[in-house]
C-alpha cells in the first residue's frame, strides 16, 4: 500500500515551458487535492476534484489545468510555466470530503521556474 | 468566509516540557478544525479534528487539542515533548455551513524540541 505518490520529485522548468505533475492513490478515495505550499502562506488549493471524470476550482487555479480520468490518479499541468508558479505542489486523496475526512498527502513536488 | 490563524511562526520547548501551539480561527457558522504536521521533505500527516462532541479531542503521538467557541480557538497540546515532535504544525478549518470542500489552511508552526 503506498498511499499517495506524487511524480516528479524535482524539476527546473525555463518560463514558458510546460509539465504535468502525477498524482497516483491506490486506497480507492474518490476526493483528490492538488495544493501547493509557498513559504509564510500555508497551503493553497489549486484544483480538487470529488470524483472521476470531475474537478473544480480552488483558491488559485490560474495558470494550471487538471485531469482525473482515472478514479486512482489526478493529474495536474502547467501549459506555460512563470516564475509566480516556484512552488512545492501536494498532492492529497481523502474518502469523503476534505472539511469532514482526513486527508493523506503526498512527498510533494518541488518546482523552480527560471 | 473563513480563516485561521496561527499567531507563533516559532515555538521552543524544553524536551519532557508541556507544549501549546496555538490556533484561532475565524467562520459564520460551526467550525470542522483539523491538525496536520509535516515533516521536513514529507508532506503533511493527519494528527487530530474536531468535528463535533467533546471539546478535548485526542490524536496521534500523544497529542490532543481543545476546541474552545468561546474563545474561537484549536490549541494543540501535548503533555511532555519529545525532540521527534520537532516539525512544522498546520491548523486547518472549514466552516460547516458552506457547501464548499475547501479546507483552509493556516501558515504554519515550526515547533522545535531542545534536548
Known amino acids: 500500500n503506498a498511499g499517495v505518490t506524487q511524480t516528479p520529485k524535482f524539476r527546473v522548468l525555463k518560463t514558458g515551458q510546460s509539465m504535468t505533475l502525477l498524482c497516483a492513490q491506490d486506497?480507492?478515495?474518490?476526493?483528490m487535492y492538488w495544493y501547493r505550499q509557498d513559504p509564510g502562506m500555508g497551503l493553497r488549493l489549486i484544483h480538487y476534484s470529488v470524483g472521476e471524470g470531475t474537478t473544480a476550482k480552488g483558491e488559485v487555479p490560474d495558470g494550471y489545468n487538471v485531469s482525473r480520468l482515472k478514479k486512482q490518479n489526478f493529474l495536474l499541468g502547467l501549459e506555460s510555466a512563470a516564475p509566480s508558479q516556484t512552488s512545492v505542489y501536494f498532492c492529497a486523496s481523502s474518502y469523503g470530503l476534505a472539511g469532514v475526512s482526513e486527508q493523506y498527502f503526498g512527498p510533494g513536488t518541488r518546482l523552480t521556474v527560471t | 468566509a473563513q480563516s485561521v490563524a496561527q499567531p507563533e511562526d516559532q515555538v521552543n520547548v524544553a524536551e519532557g516540557n508541556p507544549l501549546t501551539v496555538k490556533c484561532t480561527y475565524s467562520?459564520?457558522?460551526?467550525?470542522?478544525l483539523f491538525w496536520y504536521v509535516q515533516y521536513p521533505n514529507r508532506g503533511l500527516q493527519f494528527l487530530l479534528k474536531?468535528?463535533?462532541?467533546?471539546?478535548l479531542v485526542k490524536g496521534s503521538y500523544g497529542f490532543e487539542a481543545e476546541f474552545n467557541k468561546s474563545q474561537t480557538s484549536f490549541h494543540l497540546k501535548k503533555p511532555s515533548a519529545l525532540v521527534s515532535d520537532s516539525a512544522l504544525y498546520f491548523c486547518a478549518v472549514r466552516d460547516a455551513n458552506f457547501g464548499n470542500e475547501k479546507l483552509t489552511f493556516g501558515t504554519g508552526t515550526r515547533l522545535t524540541i531542545i534536548p
Open positions: 486506497m480507492n478515495h474518490e476526493y
Open positions: 467562520v459564520s457558522g460551526n467550525p470542522y
Open positions: 474536531y468535528i463535533t462532541g467533546d471539546n
